[in-house]
Nanobody
Framework: QVQLVESGGGLVQPGGSLRLSCAFS????????MSWYRQAPGKERELVAT????????SYTDSMKGRCTISRDNAKNTVYLQMNSLKPEDTAVYFC????????????????WGQGTQVTVSS
């Protein structure tokens, strides 16, 4: 089993920054595409950012483009989400997500989810 543990959430003022971390354990981290999702109260869970296995390609939701950066350190089995210029509407539980990829670039059918870390942006 893969286990994902998020950390780094907390309370930050508007305009501030946070870096979320997700520690991966269980199998081979470098074989997993990693993402961050978030879910605000009363809203659907949305994809925030994704990074490929070696970190060469990233993608972001439109609302956070230019304000966040996803990165990974395969030597440390960790994926990060650096968030800057935070806004109250960024308040949500942020979840780490992993989906395996085999040697033929086929995605695993089932992903893994972390437990979530709360980010609150408020003055």
């Amino acid at each position: 089993q893969v286990q994902l543990v998020e950390s780094g959430g907390g309370l930050v003022q508007p305009g501030g920054s946070l870096r979320l971390s997700c520690a991966f354990s269980g199998f081979t981290f470098s074989r997993y595409v990693m993402s961050w999702y978030r879910q605000a109260p009363g809203k659907e869970r949305e994809l925030v950012a994704t990074i490929t296995r070696a970190g060469g390609v990233t993608s972001y939701t439109d609302s956070m483009k230019g304000r966040c950066t996803i990165s990974r350190d395969n030597a440390k089995n960790t994926v990060y989400l650096q968030m800057n210029s935070l806004k109250p509407e960024d308040t949500a539980v942020y979840f780490c997500y992993a989906r395996g990829v085999d040697s033929n670039d086929n995605f695993a059918r089932y992903p893994y989810w972390g437990q979530g870390t709360q980010v609150t942006v408020s003055s």
